[in-house]
């Protein structure tokens, strides 16, 4: 009896769903992304044979247990994961294109000894995947690779190999027999990746699948998978420099506000556990202006950043904004503020703003270090290496008060900073218990006083 199909268009960007061809499409607003896809007619044959239906249970009457969790060798890892992988749980790892996903999951399974592994990999062949293992220079019996992309073949090996955790690289190229359209289609990834769901929660085996990210940077066929996995991390950074961080964007076991950060070496992915050291520069003989150092926070982790900034004459009469790892019309607005409220014109000078080391800041608290800098390089006046600044600017001039202060101020004492520039009355009640100076400034003008006078 030969299976019948019926035509759907898939949104490729958002997953949605359309009987017909549209230019727009109506959940995400992007033109021109459907395409068409074929699907079974027959889904419904599996609930019919189901017989084992279960009942409804009061609320009352359902047992919590603590969810058991796998240790993974990498302490960073375990930390975004909520305290390890959780059994039965399927997790998504999205990242760019040689970013370092495949590096990370195999630099961590290759060092579990008690578990057996089965790595699928649609990707890499078997030598390949050998010759990073030896880079890395670890070497498990444990672990099993299996080049497929057939799911049906893939789970045939599931049955004989009987693995404690599985590694699918990538879903993008995984494709079931049972959907006529080709592998990384969004019906493929939908089916595949419940598929995968469903052996997860039934065997308890833990299955972790990696992601490629579409041009927009997001996981390709975000709101397919988001909805299935339980947890979705993103593995991001800028391959120009060495650090990446991993982020939880979705956690069903823990919580969203970790991260990780690793620092890429010859031998893989190395652990940074102070953030801070890595980000601000090795020590200089002189001060140099320009130059401050504020305390910004990634998820619920602390840690200084270097404020560069360069403000010059504009040579060519139209003066230059240029930014890197800050959001340009933040910097505008800051401007802004100087001009209208401190009265120093910066309308016809050249501002090139940079964070140290390649890291993308978005926290508003970070705005303090950058008019200090900014400020620094127009006067060419030098701020002490030893002072640091906590504060968001607001567009009257004001320092607004800041989240998570207590622990700000706790990793600048804990790096042997001398002074910290907070907003005022942002740590009432609290102030005494640090032996680090701290400096309260409720507006801009007394910033600008602290600083050069």
């Known amino acids: 009896m030969t299976q019948k199909f019926k035509t759907v268009y898939f949104c490729q960007s958002c997953g949605y769903e359309s009987p017909k061809w549209l230019g727009k499409c109506p959940s995400c607003g992007e033109w021109n992304t459907f395409a068409e896809e074929k699907v079974s007619k027959s889904k419904g044959n599996q609930r019919k044979e189901n017989k084992n239906t279960r009942l409804p249970l009061r609320l009352s009457e359902i047992e919590t247990l603590d969810e058991p969790r796998i240790n993974m060798p990498s302490s960073e890892f375990n930390r975004v994961l909520g305290g390890g992988l959780v059994v039965g749980s399927l997790t998504l790892i999205g990242g760019e294109p040689g970013i370092g996903k495949s590096t990370l999951l195999l630099q961590n399974?290759?060092?579990?000894?008690?578990?057996?592994?089965?790595?699928?990999?649609?990707?890499?062949?078997?030598?390949?995947?050998?010759?990073?293992?030896?880079?890395?220079?670890?070497?498990?019996?444990?672990?099993?690779?299996?080049?497929?992309?057939?799911?049906?073949?893939?789970f045939t090996q599931i049955?004989?190999?009987?693995?404690?955790?599985?590694?699918?690289?990538?879903?993008?190229?995984?494709?079931?027999?049972?959907?006529?359209?080709?592998?990384?289609?969004?019906?493929?990834?939908r089916e595949c990746a419940a598929e995968l769901l469903r052996y997860a929660k039934e065997s308890g085996v833990p299955v972790i699948l990696v992601g490629h990210i579409n041009k927009d940077g997001a996981i390709a066929g975000p709101k397919v998978l988001e909805h299935i996995v339980d947890t979705v991390l993103q593995?991001?950074?800028?391959?120009?420099?060495?650090?990446?961080?991993?982020?939880?964007?979705?956690?069903?076991?823990?919580?969203?506000?970790?991260?990780?950060?690793?620092?890429?070496?010859?031998?893989?992915?190395?652990?940074?556990?102070?953030?801070?050291?890595?980000?601000?520069?090795?020590?200089?003989?002189?001060?140099?202006?320009?130059?401050?150092?504020?305390?910004?926070?990634?998820?619920?982790?602390?840690?200084?950043?270097?404020?560069?900034?360069?403000?010059?004459?504009?040579?060519?009469?139209?003066?230059?904004?240029?930014?890197?790892?800050?959001?340009?019309?933040?910097?505008?607005?800051?401007?802004?503020?100087?001009?209208?409220?401190?009265?120093?014109?910066?309308?016809?000078?050249?501002?090139?703003?940079?964070?140290?080391?390649?890291?993308?800041?978005?926290?508003?608290?970070?705005?303090?270090?950058?008019?200090?800098?900014?400020?620094?390089?127009?006067?060419?006046?030098?701020?002490s290496r030893k002072t640091c600044f906590i504060g968001e600017i607001g567009l009257s001039g004001e320092i607004r008060t800041v989240t998570r202060i207590d622990q700000r101020v706790s990793e600048a004492e804990k790096l042997g900073f001398e002074t910290v520039v907070i907003p005022k009355g942002n740590l009432k009640g609290v102030k005494d218990k640090f032996k680090i100076k701290i400096i309260e400034v409720g507006k801009m003008e007394e910033l600008l006083r602290f600083l050069f006078e």
């Open 109 to 154: 399974i290759l060092s579990i000894r008690n578990r057996k592994i089965l790595y699928v990999s649609g990707e890499e062949s078997a030598s390949q995947l050998k010759l990073r293992a030896d880079r890395l220079g670890k070497v498990s019996d444990n672990t099993f690779i299996l080049c497929e992309t057939k799911l049906d073949n893939i």
């Open 159 to 189: 049955e004989n190999v009987k693995p404690q955790l599985v590694i699918i690289d990538s879903i993008q190229t995984i494709a079931s027999d049972q959907i006529e359209s080709a592998a990384g289609s969004v019906s493929q990834v």
């Open 235 to 383: 593995f991001e950074g800028d391959r120009q420099y060495l650090y990446r961080i991993l982020r939880s964007i979705k956690n069903r076991f823990g919580s969203t506000s970790e991260i990780g950060i690793y620092e890429m070496v010859q031998k893989g992915l190395r652990e940074v556990k102070n953030p801070s050291e890595m980000l601000l520069s090795e020590n200089r003989e002189e001060e140099m202006s320009g130059i401050a150092i504020g305390v910004t926070l990634e998820g619920a982790r602390p840690f200084m950043v270097e404020v560069q900034a360069l403000v010059s004459t504009a040579a060519y009469g139209t003066p230059q904004r240029a930014v890197t790892g800050f959001d340009q019309r933040r910097l505008n607005m800051l401007l802004a503020v100087l001009e209208k409220r401190a009265k120093f014109k910066l309308g016809q000078k050249d501002v090139f703003l940079n964070m140290a080391g390649g890291i993308k800041i978005i926290d508003p608290a970070i705005d303090l270090s950058v008019v200090a800098a900014i400020m620094s390089s127009n006067f060419d006046t030098a701020i």
